[in-house]
C-alpha cells in the first residue's frame, strides 16, 4: 500500500511541475473559448514549454494510474492533495506571486493532512463493489453542478467559474480512471482489448481533456495561487467522496485510524477551500488568436 501511495505522491509532484510550466505561458497564449478553441489550443500544442509541461503531466497521471489500481481512489485523492501546496510555494518562488499568511496556513494543513493519513493506514482496507449506474447518476449531477458557476458574469470574469469546472472534470476523470483499472489484470494482449471496449476509457480522456482546457483557461483571469487550489480541492473532493459512493470504499475499523483518516480528508478539503479563497488578481492583457493560426508576441 505505501508504494502505490508514494506513487501518488510523485505523480503530484509531476502534476504540480507540469502546471507550472503551462501557467507560466498563460500571458502569451489565447484562451480556448467559442470560435477560437481550435485555433488556441493548436497554439498550445506549438508552444515547446506548453506541451513540455503537458508531457510532465501525463507522466504524473501515468504514475497515479498505477496508483489508484492498487490503493482506494479516496486514499490516493488525499495525497494528490499535496500538488497544491507545492503549485502554490512553486508559484511564489519561479512565477513571483505573493502568498499571504493565509495561504501559507493552507499549504501547512494539506501537509498535516498528509501525515495524518500516512498513520491511518495500518487499518485501511478497500471494498470494491462498483455500481455503474451510481457512476452515471454521480457524473450527471455533478456535471450539472460544476456548470451552474459558469452562469454567474463575475465568477465568468475571475475565471472561478472555470477553475471549478475543472476540478469537478479532473475529479470525475480520476472515477473512471478507477472504473477503467477494474479491467487490468491477466494476459496483457486481452487486457487492451477490453480497455479499448470500455466506455471508461474515453470518460477517463474526456474529463482530463475538459480539466485541462478549462484549467489553463483560468490561468488567464485568476492568480495561479488561485486557480489551482480550487480546482486541485474539487478534483480532490469529487472522488473522496465518489469512492465511497461508487466503489462502496470503506473507512479502517479502528476507532483512531478512522477519526485520523475523516479528519486528513476534511483537513485537506477546507485547506483547498481557505487557499481558494484569498483575493484574486486582476488579469493580463488577453492574447488574441484565430482558428488555426499562430499565436501573436
Excluded at 494528490?80 to 499571504?100: C, D, H, N, P, Y
Excluded at 449531477?141 to 465568477?155: H, N, S, V
Aim: hydrophobic share 60%; proline share 4%; with cysteine.
Amino acid at each position: 500500500m505505501l508504494t502505490y501511495l508514494s506513487l501518488a505522491v510523485l505523480a503530484s509532484v509531476l502534476m504540480a511541475l507540469g502546471l507550472l510550466m503551462m501557467k507560466s505561458r498563460s500571458a502569451d497564449l489565447p484562451m480556448a473559448t467559442g470560435a477560437n478553441t481550435i485555433g488556441a489550443i493548436v497554439a498550445w500544442i506549438r508552444d515547446p514549454i506548453w506541451i513540455g509541461g503537458l508531457g510532465v503531466q501525463t507522466a504524473g497521471w501515468a504514475c497515479y494510474v498505477i496508483a489508484v489500481s492498487r490503493a482506494p481512489v479516496s486514499m490516493v485523492a488525499v495525497m494528490m492533495q499535496g500538488g497544491i501546496g507545492l503549485f502554490v510555494i512553486a508559484s511564489v518562488a519561479v512565477l513571483g506571486e505573493r502568498a499571504t499568511a493565509r495561504e501559507w496556513v493552507g499549504i501547512g494543513a494539506i501537509i498535516f493532512g498528509m501525515l495524518m493519513l500516512t498513520l491511518s493506514l495500518q487499518g485501511g482496507e478497500a471494498e470494491v463493489a462498483f455500481e455503474p449506474g451510481t457512476l452515471l447518476m454521480f457524473t450527471v449531477l455533478l456535471t450539472a453542478a460544476g456548470l451552474a458557476p459558469m452562469a454567474l458574469a463575475r465568477m465568468n470574469a475571475s475565471g472561478a467559474a472555470a477553475a471549478i469546472f475543472s476540478g469537478v472534470a479532473f475529479g470525475l476523470g480520476a472515477l473512471f480512471t478507477k472504473a477503467m483499472t477494474l479491467e487490468f489484470g491477466g494476459d496483457a494482449v486481452l487486457v487492451a482489448l477490453r480497455l479499448l471496449s470500455n466506455p471508461y476509457v474515453y470518460g477517463m480522456l474526456v474529463a482530463n481533456i475538459l480539466g485541462i482546457v478549462m484549467l489553463q483557461n483560468s490561468f488567464h483571469s485568476a492568480r495561479a495561487i488561485i486557480a489551482m487550489p480550487l480546482s486541485g480541492a474539487l478534483s480532490n473532493i469529487v472522488p473522496i467522496i465518489g469512492g465511497m459512493i461508487v466503489f462502496g470504499e470503506r473507512l479502517p475499523a479502528g476507532s483512531v485510524a478512522a477519526t485520523m483518516r475523516v479528519g486528513a480528508f476534511a483537513l485537506t478539503i477546507a485547506a483547498g477551500a481557505l487557499l481558494s479563497g484569498s483575493r484574486e488578481q486582476l488579469p493580463r492583457e488577453a492574447v488574441v488568436v484565430g482558428p488555426l493560426s499562430r499565436v501573436k508576441s
